[in-house]
């Protein structure tokens, strides 16, 4: 009996290796992949996304922008921008504005830890998926993605420590210029920048001041750093938008070759061209070519998750790379035109 089961599911292995290889040759144009394909595309169909930046007009914003239209259009979902011009009371009316609307995801770039934090966990009640970008809020939600700020402070801060520490020969002093200070790149970057600073007494911070992301309000504060502490040998900073107004001021005081300045950005080629004239000495980016892909990557995801809002929290934190005036040597950097 056993030898008679073995025989016939043998045969039906046989025959349908048969009926699949005739169907072969009678259709040799290929097999169409439904059972993935049809699901996918079907449930992006006709979903509404809705993203709030801080503002739009800058690097990062029109660069996630340009990726995240791209394929809204190729996949079918609308994709809309409210953009607040770098007002939180604005940000606010387009949130509950989007709240009325209850489309299939948000996606907020937040100004600081608190401002939208109850707000998003409305939508997340209504039904509302939400994607944080690159700045989140102190209450998670469905989706997180961008830099890991305390990592970027800890390599900014470990680059300083190098070139300013013991052993350098330098003055040991530096300044913080921070960016906004309830923002959660800037909270979490000053964490790490005094915990490694803790660990390395020979490093001295001589001015902790917030710039906002100003580069004009940056080039003052160095201004008077440099006045105050002419053996300043290095400056870490929040955004290279903002810092590059350090390095206007390092550069008229001549003090370019002295004064080793480190900050963040999104990779732009702007960024680069600043390396290379020798504003700024690193930059640790997050990469907006690469975070847009991710965004991309986690809209389809939720789009398509059958989880509720709120249900699954998610978080990517966005590999870092960093750039020196040797690295743009030798690499392309990112401009808008290329990603549209």
Not at 300 to 317: D, H, M, R, W
């Amino acid at each position: 009996m056993r030898t008679f089961k073995i025989i016939a599911a043998a045969l039906s292995l046989a025959l349908g290796a048969a009926t699949f290889s005739g169907a072969m040759a009678q259709d040799q144009k290929g097999l169409d992949n439904k059972v993935k394909r049809d699901p996918y595309y079907d449930g992006l169909k006709g979903k509404k996304v809705v993203f709030v930046p801080l503002a739009m007009g800058f690097d990062l914003t029109e660069g996630w922008a340009a990726i995240m239209k791209k394929q809204a259009a190729d996949l079918g979902y609308s994709f809309e921008i409210r953009d607040p011009n770098w007002s939180t009371d604005a940000g606010t009316r387009a949130i509950t504005a989007i709240i009325a609307e209850k489309p299939d995801l948000a996606i907020i770039h937040n100004p600081d830890l608190q401002s939208y934090a109850r707000l998003e966990q409305r939508m997340v009640k209504e039904g509302i998926k939400v994607l944080q970008v690159n700045l989140e809020t102190t209450v998670p939600t469905d989706y997180y993605v961008g830099a890991d700020w305390v990592k970027v402070g800890l390599i900014q801060a470990d680059a300083l420590v190098k070139k300013c520490g013991k052993g350098s020969g330098t003055s040991g002093k530096v300044a913080i210029l921070e960016g906004q200070p309830t923002a959660a790149s800037n909270l979490y970057e000053l964490y790490a920048y005094y915990k490694v600073f803790a660990d390395n007494p020979e490093i001295k911070v001589v001015a902790d001041q917030a710039a906002t992301y100003d580069p004009a309000k940056a080039r003052a504060i160095t201004e008077t750093v440099l006045q105050q502490h002419p053996d300043l040998c290095g400056i870490v900073g929040n955004w290279d938008n903002q810092d590059v107004g350090a390095g206007a001021a390092v550069e008229a005081a001549g003090k370019s070759d002295q004064v080793y300045i480190v900050t963040s950005g999104g990779g732009s080629q702007t960024g680069c061209d600043n390396i290379k004239k020798g504003l700024l000495d690193l930059i640790v980016s997050y990469d907006v070519p690469l975070q847009g892909d991710s965004l991309n990557q986690a809209i389809v995801t939720l789009l398509n998750s059958p989880a509720k809002a709120g249900e699954i929290q998610s978080t990517y934190f966005t590999p870092l790379t960093l750039q020196t005036k040797e690295w743009v040597a030798s690499h392309n950097c990112w401009n808008l035109d290329q990603l549209k």
